[in-house]
């Protein structure tokens, strides 16, 4: 029997449907700006096998999905940059420019293969000021987006990118910042369990991701020429208390207002209980 006719629109949603479901069966990363540049952060717990790296000077990598396809993707990538920088001048490789070789690639494998790439991947170059700082997206298809301020990508990034969303804004310190990704990254895993409980455990870092469990680098704005650096050992568990902190301090900010003001009924004097049947019957604490 001959083969049956199949259209390039149904070819095309085939290949997309099977990307899409290879990259949501891993976890999602994130990237988001600081006040001091810019922090990327990915569950991993190999030490080796690593999904953010340094492309150049002032541009990092960090790749979702099967990580033979975006290693190979990272190392093309070095070798554009260098051959570009060399042949021209350092200052025209820019994140711009390899997000679209990478498209182009991503493109032409899509189109061209019977298997897509597994991949999202998301480029990002740290400028002399928060204005010039540079996110670019770029999934497996070859579509590129610019994304300013922060991007979740893999996994369940649309969880996670609702989070982050709320706890995202200008000018975070590096703990804060690192505070809001972990409660975002924690999204997922307490949406799952339907319970309010465990929502609350993870806006609080309760839904905890350890060091050993962290893939965390920077691009640190006020370094010269290299700007990669990755965090780990004893100064990442010092942020990743110090963003604990932070989160647990933001998500209670609000419920102690008012608390107290005209509980009294009048009463002013320390030790004696308010009376009437508006008395409190507890301390004002947050419980759970």
Do not use: W
């Amino acid at each position: 029997m001959p083969f049956g006719y199949v259209s390039p629109e149904q070819a095309m949603r085939d290949k997309a449907d099977y990307a899409r479901r290879g990259i949501a069966r891993g976890r999602s990363c994130v990237t988001l700006q600081y006040a001091g540049g810019i922090l990327m952060v990915a569950p991993n717990a190999s030490s080796a096998l690593h999904k953010i790296s340094e492309i150049y000077d002032r541009i990092a990598f960090a790749a979702v999905g099967r990580y033979t396809e975006y290693e190979t993707l990272r190392k093309a990538g070095v070798t554009y940059a260098d051959l570009t920088g060399y042949r021209y001048d350092r200052s025209d490789v820019t994140a711009r420019s390899i997000a679209n070789y990478y498209a182009q690639n991503l493109d032409q494998i899509f189109t061209q293969s019977l298997k897509p790439y597994e991949v999202e991947l998301v480029v990002a170059e740290v400028g002399s000021t928060p204005d010039n700082d540079q996110i670019y997206r770029i999934t497996f298809d070859g579509s590129v987006s610019d994304e300013p301020g922060f991007v979740a990508f893999g996994g369940q990034a649309d969880q996670v990118a609702t989070v982050l969303k709320e706890r995202f804004s200008d000018g975070m310190s590096l703990a804060e910042a690192l505070g809001a990704a972990l409660d975002a990254l924690a999204a997922p895993s307490a949406g799952s369990s339907g319970t309010s409980g465990s929502s609350a455990a993870a806006a609080n870092g309760t839904t905890e991701l350890t060091a050993d469990q962290l893939e965390v680098a920077i691009l640190d704005r006020a370094r010269a020429h290299r700007t990669f650096r990755r965090l780990h050992g004893a100064r990442l568990e010092e942020l990743l208390a110090e963003g604990r902190e932070a989160s647990g301090a933001e998500s209670h900010s609000g419920d102690g207002e008012g608390d107290g003001e005209g509980d009294g009924g009048g009463n002013g004097s320390e030790g004696e209980p308010p009376t009437g049947p508006s008395a409190p019957s507890g301390d004002g604490t947050p419980k759970g």
